[in-house]
């Protein structure tokens, strides 16, 4: 048994490049429980992360009691994170789960029943429709619902509703993954698969705290690092991560200058010669425009811009430039700050300039922070059109109407799809009188929530939500419905490298819960919406009639799954698409053969300037005759809008801590994890420290010009003149109102998005800091990972926080032979 709070990533399993990741079955099962006394083990895959980690439920006695990792699978050979094994069935086996629907009544929430709850909000649905139209209407979901949810709710929007303002948390999270690959490539869909850490000799990641946000993917690092032929490791990020200690170089840049240090890498390849010229010929197209653009980024600009050290540019750029094979990953250090589509891109160029993709070993995964997060973007439940589809290409609008049976001028397409920061502002300003938030929690995941508190409290607003649990984001809804949770219905998702599980019906939902699907569905029936021929626009019973639904929407599409099945996807590994007839077992990677989907005819995008995120539009697009060649796509680098000044010296980001998930719904109620993670903190250098009299704990308030938070202080690895707070603590577990409370990392953000992805620049702001009060011992913020205290030495287990919970043991069964092929043939090509 190891304990997997303290050690995260588990025992250590090394191989070779080439070799097959052993298989380590990682498990736990609710105390009591022996593994004889399991009825039965239900497959699905985890939904704590963006891995998709294959899993299986224990139940007993109707009860989920116990997860353990699928060892057959693709994409975890059996390894389960921390969040994974102690918050799956934990984080929703919880008293406080949402078992009634709730309206309001005087102001206050009460208990009611679904034909009361449905009819409200049909009711004010039908009326704001009939006196004001469909831009009345606004949907905000998730990253966290099925794929067969998404597409009812991509379809009862569009084609039922027609609004064309829908998106989700998504926004905030990985929307510059899908911009990045539509500008570069023509379309979402990541080009890389995680079998590429098998294969590459070199790996980057940029602003990509994967020992932190992916544990298993970094546990399958960790085991080539072990191996006899480790690959090399550089690292982009302003704290002292896992990562970082393990890199070979560490670029600690300033929050903010992202694009800058791309500019200086891509430079270095073209003075070096490190690019292969024949594939840049035959592959791409505005190669001089990129060569023009980065031209002025010496290693000594960038060294005075990004605060790092010119040699170390030099030195990363020589491991991208003269490794056989690379790996890149992308994450929220990228996405959330300045300039984030363009620096994105900018990987993307690196990977192109040496015609590293769709071979083995070379890749990019630009990638999600959420189990469902590519689903959202697949159906379109985040704006976009459903199968990847071009929302100003009329054909594009016209295929859909035709697969819904409904007239192309009810689908929205006169105008880009309506952003998350711009549905607020609608709210904000009246226009959007009924907003339907499901399975997220924007009063505390959004940027500068004092703003977004006042937009959820407006009088005029008609505020829906369906969810497990009553949020802080609850607290201002009319009608709250009680949604079913993972392993309480059926359906498929897809994780980063495009893996598609399904996930079964392991036990019932409590009390009167219900799956989203079916709520959608029923919303749908009372609404009357119809197809031409008069029958239900949602004739669907079941999930796997909405799973064939979506598969006829993605034939001929880049995520085409008209080759997959509930049948298929039973009992073993699950399967990367595309997976058609031409690639009946998936696909691994895309672009082996350097066609990219950039024909205007079949492009999910015409592209953006992305300096200032105007449309390049049909006639320009089409001019470009990109004849499926990828597009060198860059920007001049611009400093953050808001940088540090003398009365605001601090560089302010958020992240995410390994023992927790978004705002800790779920998370929040595992013992363990809450004990080891059980309160915010703040970050900051030993020399700012110093400077400001703080020692480890004080209490400090650290301000913004929209907001504050108090919190203790963690003196860490961070970089001097930036300050980190975890993005994760709200206030539903303090029983105190925000105003008292102030422990949200979101009370300092900006209302700032990018101009092609959309995405908040949740990772740029100025702070200034005071002390507060004396610290009464350490802080609690964990001591494991980039949050243990400055000088404190990487361990394999280091001690737990004073403040921890429960042991958390998890019995580990490591394989004593290399496990079967479990992927396509095409992994090795």
Not at 275 to 300: A, G
Not at 364 to 373: C, F
Not at 505 to 516: H, I, L, Q, Y
Not at 568 to 590: A, F, I, Q, Y
Request: proline share 6%; glycine share 10%; charged share 25%.
């Amino acid at each position: 048994m190891v304990d997997r709070i303290a050690d995260i990533w588990g025992t250590r399993t090394p191989y070779a490049r080439d070799e097959r990741w052993p298989v380590r079955v990682d498990q736990v099962l609710a105390e009591g429980v022996r593994e004889s006394e399991v009825e039965r083990w239900v497959q699905s895959a985890c939904v704590l992360c963006s891995n998709g980690c294959g899993i299986d439920i224990a139940v007993k006695d109707g009860s989920m009691v116990g997860v353990r990792g699928r060892s057959m699978d693709i994409v975890n050979h059996g390894r389960l994170g921390p969040k994974g094994l102690f918050a799956s069935w934990q984080g929703v086996n919880n008293k406080d789960r949402l078992t009634k629907p709730l309206v309001r009544e005087n102001g206050v929430l009460v208990e009611s029943d679904w034909e009361t709850a449905m009819e409200r909000i049909v009711s004010r649905s039908r009326a704001l429709l009939d006196e004001k139209g469909p831009l009345s209407h606004g949907f905000y979901t998730s990253g966290q619902l099925f794929l067969e949810e998404y597409y009812a709710q991509a379809i009862v929007g569009k084609a039922g509703i027609g609004t064309p303002h829908m998106d989700g948390n998504t926004r905030l999270c990985t929307a510059t993954a899908a911009a990045a690959m539509k500008e570069s490539f023509g379309s979402d869909g990541q080009p890389g698969s995680y079998v590429d850490i098998d294969e590459c000799d070199a790996m980057f990641l940029f602003g990509h705290n994967m020992a932190e946000t992916q544990t298993v993917l970094w546990a399958r690092v960790l085991d080539r690092i072990a191996g006899p032929d480790k690959p090399r490791l550089v690292c982009v990020d302003p704290r002292d991560t896992e990562v970082a200690r393990h890199a070979e170089v560490h670029l600690p840049v300033r929050p903010g200058t992202n694009l800058a240090l791309m500019h200086g890498l891509v430079r270095e390849l073209f003075v070096n010669g490190w690019i292969d010229q024949d594939y840049i010929d035959r592959h791409t197209m505005n190669v001089d425009e990129l060569r023009t653009t980065v031209e002025q980024w010496t290693p000594e600009a960038v060294a005075e811009t990004c605060g790092v050290e010119a040699d170390d540019v030099r030195r990363a750029a020589e491991i991208f430039g003269t490794s056989e094979r690379v790996l890149s990953t992308v994450l929220q250090g990228f996405y959330q700050s300045s300039q984030a589509t363009a620096s994105s891109c900018g990987v993307n160029n690196l990977h192109l300039l040496r015609g590293l993709l769709g071979k083995a070993g070379c890749g990019i995964l630009q990638m999600n922070g959420q189990p469902t997060a590519q689903n959202n973007r697949e159906c379109g439940a985040d704006g976009d059109l459903s199968g990847f589809r071009n929302w100003e290409n009329p054909e594009h609008v016209q295929e859909l109407a035709d697969l819904w049976n409904v007239d192309a001028s009810v689908i929205p397409h006169w105008a880009p799809p309506t952003h998350a920061m711009q549905i607020f502002r609608y709210v904000e300003q009246g226009s959007i009188e009924f907003l339907w938030i499901s399975a997220t929690n924007p009063a505390v995941s959004m940027p500068q929530l004092p703003r977004i508190r006042d937009i959820l409290s407006a009088e005029g607003l008609f505020l829906v939500l369906q969810d497990l649990y009553l949020t802080e984001t609850a607290q201002y809804a009319d009608v709250v419905l009680p949604a079913a949770a993972w392993g309480e219905k059926t359906g498929t998702f897809t994780n980063v490298n495009r893996t598609v599980h399904l996930s079964e019906k392991a036990v019932e939902p409590p009390g009167e819960a219900r799956s989203d699907l079916d709520t959608f569905l029923d919303y749908s029936m009372r609404m009357g919406f119809k197809q031409l021929d008069g029958s239900p626009l949602l004739g669907w019973a079941t999930s796997e009639d909405a799973f064939n639904a979506w598969k006829e929407c993605t034939r001929g599409r880049p995520c085409d799954y008209t080759g997959l099945t509930y049948e298929k996807l039973r009992g073993g590994s699950g399967v990367p698409w595309p997976c058609n007839e031409d690639h009946p077992e998936g696909t691994v990677r895309l672009y082996r053969d350097g066609v990219f989907p950039t024909d205007p005819e079949y492009c999910e995008s015409y592209g953006h300037d992305l300096l200032t995120g105007a449309s390049v539009g049909p006639e320009a697009y089409k001019a470009m005759d990109p004849a499926g060649r990828a597009i060198f796509k860059t920007a001049p680098y611009h400093p953050a809008h808001e940088t540090p000044d003398q009365d605001y010296p601090f560089r302010y980001t958020t992240g995410r801590t390994v023992y927790h998930f978004h705002t800790r719904t779920k998370t929040g109620r595992s013992p363990q994890l809450n004990g080891a993670a059980p309160d915010v903190w703040v970050e900051m250098s030993v020399n700012d420290a110093e400077s400001y009299g703080l020692v480890e704990g004080d209490v400090v308030r650290v301000e913004s010009r929209r907001g504050h938070i108090i919190a203790p202080v963690r003196v860490s690895g961070i970089r001097d003149g930036s300050i980190f707070a975890p993005f994760h603590y709200g206030y539903w577990d303090e029983g105190v109102a925000p105003s008292a409370g102030h422990r949200a990392a979101n009370e300092l953000t900006i209302t700032e998005w990018d101009p092609v992805s959309k995405q908040p620049v949740l990772k740029n702001a100025a702070v200034r800091v005071e002390k507060v009060a004396d610290g009464a011992g350490a802080s609690s913020a964990p001591t494991t990972t980039a949050s243990r205290p400055a000088g404190r030495g990487g361990g394999r287990k280091p001690a737990l926080p004073t403040a921890g919970g429960p042991a958390a043991q998890a019995q580990e069964t490591i394989a004593p032979v290399p496990p079967p092929a479990v992927a396509t043939k095409e992994e090795h090509s």
